[in-house]
C-alpha cells in the first residue's frame, strides 16, 4: 500500500531510511522545520537550515522516488528569544514561494509560556497574511492537555483563520476530541516510548472515524521510528479494518489536506508509473 507521511524529520535521518521509506510503499512526506537538538542563535543559521528543508531534502528524497514537501517557522523551544524568533518571521517570506514549502510550521507551545503564545500568534499572523497552511505542534506528555486547549482558544479566537488549513498534531485520547469538534485537522505521532502507538491510534479511528484524522511518525533525533506508519497499517489490517480505509488515513487524507497548499503539487505514483520513459 502508497502512504504518506505528513510529520517526518528526515534531517535526522540517514540517506538508508529514504530507501527503507521507499521500499515499504512511502511515496511523499511533508517535513516541518522544528529544533536541532541545540538552540541556534542567529538568523543565517536558520536560512541555512530553510535551505537544507526547500533545496537538499528534496533532492535526497527524489532519489528513491519519494517527493518531499516542508513547513517554516521557528519551533516552541528556542520561541523563549522573542528578538531572533522576530528575525526570522520576517526572514521566513523569502522561502514561501519555493515549489515544495506547504506553509508555517511546526508552530506552538513547548512549556505553554507567554513568550511561546506571544511567537505562536506572530506566526498564525504571518500564515493568515500570506495564506499560508499552518501545521502545529501540542506540548509534550504532562503540558499537552493544558497546552492544547491554550492552542485551540489562540486559533478560534481569530475569526480569518481556516480551520480546515489547519493540522494539530500529536493528539492522543485526552485531546483528540477537543481538536475534531473544533473544525480542525488532528494528526496521530507513533512513537516506541512518548505520544502515541499504531494500536492507541488505531482506537482513536474506531472511536471517532477516519475524517480529518492523520497518522505520521515524526522520525526525529530522539527514540522514534520512521517505519511507523506501515505498523498502524499493520494494526488496523490485523483489527480486520477494510483497505479503503487505511488508504483513507494514510493517503487519501494527507494528500486532501495538503492539496489547499498552491505549492503542493504531487503526483501520484501510478501516474509516474504511466510517464512514458526517455531515452
Not at 69 to 78: F, G, P, S, V
Not at 202 to 223: H, I, K, Q, T
Not at 229 to 256: C, Q, W
Request: include cysteine; charge should be negative.
Amino acid at each position: 500500500m502508497y502512504y504518506f507521511d505528513p510529520h517526518i524529520h528526515m534531517v535526522s535521518r540517514t540517506t538508508d531510511d529514504y530507501e527503507t521509506l521507499a521500499k515499504m510503499g512511502c511515496v511523499g512526506m511533508s517535513e516541518p522545520a522544528f529544533w536541532a537538538g541545540f538552540d541556534r542563535g542567529s538568523v543565517e543559521s536558520f536560512r541555512d537550515y530553510f535551505r537544507q528543508l526547500t533545496d537538499f531534502e528534496m533532492k535526497r528524497a527524489a532519489q528513491y522516488g519519494i517527493q518531499h514537501y516542508t513547513w517554516l517557522c521557528i519551533n516552541a523551544k528556542e520561541a523563549e528569544n522573542v528578538e531572533l524568533s522576530r528575525e526570522i518571521i520576517a526572514m521566513i517570506p523569502e522561502f514561501l514561494d519555493l515549489p515544495n514549502v506547504l506553509g508555517i510550521g511546526e508552530i506552538g507551545l513547548n512549556k505553554n509560556t507567554r513568550n511561546e503564545s506571544v511567537i505562536f500568534l506572530e506566526h498564525m499572523e504571518l500564515a493568515i497574511t500570506h495564506q499560508q497552511q499552518i501545521l502545529i505542534h501540542t506540548p509534550h506528555l504532562e503540558d499537552k492537555y493544558q497546552g492544547t486547549r491554550m492552542i485551540l482558544d489562540m486559533l478560534r479566537g481569530d475569526a480569518r483563520l481556516d480551520r480546515s488549513r489547519v493540522l494539530v498534531d500529536h493528539v492522543e485520547e485526552h485531546t483528540v476530541r477537543h481538536v475534531l469538534d473544533a473544525g480542525f485537522w488532528a494528526g496521530m505521532t507513533l512513537y516506541p516510548v512518548s505520544k502515541c502507538t499504531p494500536a492507541r491510534a488505531a482506537d482513536m479511528v474506531e472511536m471517532y472515524g477516519p475524517d480529518r484524522l492523520l497518522v505520521n511518525s515524526a522520525g526525529d533525533w530522539g527514540p522514534s521510528k520512521p517505519t511507523a506508519v506501515p505498523d498502524f497499517v499493520l494494526e488496523m489490517r490485523r483489527r480486520g479494518h477494510a483497505e479503503s480505509l487505511i488508504r483513507k488515513i494514510v493517503y487519501e487524507n494527507p494528500l486532501t489536506f495538503f492539496r489547499q497548499s498552491q505549492n503542493f503539487q504531487f503526483t501520484p505514483p501510478d501516474v509516474l508509473a504511466e510517464s512514458p520513459v526517455e531515452g
